[in-house]
């Protein structure tokens, strides 16, 4: 059973919609949280990191954490069919003496 | 710029046969790791290094080897290659204990065993 769980396993939203997808660790080691996005055929590329309680916002996209859940959410505003991508999220610990694990994703697509 | 290359791109090996997938980072990163992605179970870990001469096992090493020489290389090795390690395989190096930095990956391997 994976460490990371995501969820849902795809969504699709409309054009201009909100994207929101989950991710949980359960894993009490961990204390860092990544997403990436990967396009169909490329290699996943980092989106955004939140490593604190609270909220991380970078233009459209949003991420949350809930350190005592180790819980972490991705919430894309304003959707472009370009978001249409698979997410995965990742946790580790702060060390580097530890290995970096991913979830099995989210696939979204975004319809016009 | 940060990089992390892999070779081959792709690669077409038969059942039973040896099968090595290079990985080279110019990033300076202590910890480098390789996955392999299936459909349905996102990527998965197979083997990572925090430096030069370790190799540490991940969650599904059975059937693969590792080596790292060097700061820079890390390699996959399928010693009898079967047909379920069919797949794409990604290397990456960075992570915690690089300063915090994302693991940045390669352009992946795109493996067939026949």
């Known amino acids: 059973q994976q460490k990371v769980q995501q969820s849902p396993e795809s969504l699709i939203v409309p054009e201009g919609g909100m994207a929101s997808l989950n991710c949980t660790s359960s894993d009490r080691n961990v204390d860092y949280f990544w997403w990436y996005r990967q396009h169909s055929g490329k290699s996943p590329k980092m989106l955004m990191?939140?490593?604190?309680?609270g909220e991380k916002e970078e233009g459209r996209f949003t991420v949350h954490l809930n350190k005592a859940s180790l819980h972490t959410s991705l919430h894309i505003r304003d959707s472009q069919p370009s978001d249409s991508a698979l997410y995965l999220c990742?946790?580790?610990?702060?060390?580097?003496?530890?290995?970096?694990?991913f979830g099995a994703g989210t696939r979204l697509k975004v319809i016009a | 710029e940060a990089a992390v290359t892999q070779s081959p791109r792709n690669k077409v090996a038969v059942t039973g046969g040896k099968v090595t997938l290079s990985c080279n980072q110019t990033?300076?990163?202590?910890?480098m790791y390789w996955y392999r992605q299936d459909t349905g179970h996102g990527l998965r870990l197979i083997h990572y290094?925090?430096?030069?001469?370790?190799?540490e096992k991940g969650d599904i090493p059975d059937g693969y080897k590792a080596s790292r020489p060097s700061q820079e290389n890390f390699s996959l090795i399928l010693e009898l290659a079967t047909p379920s390690q069919t797949s794409v395989y990604f290397c990456?190096?960075?992570?915690?204990?690089?300063?915090?930095?994302?693991?940045?990956f390669g352009e992946g391997t795109r493996l067939s065993v026949l």
């Open positions: 990033n300076n990163h202590n910890n």
């Open positions: 990456a190096s960075g992570g915690p204990g690089n300063n915090n930095q994302a693991p940045l």
């Open positions: 990191s939140i490593f604190s309680n």
């Open positions: 990742a946790a580790s610990k702060n060390t580097g003496n530890y290995k970096y694990v």
């Open positions: 290094s925090y430096g030069a001469g370790s190799t």
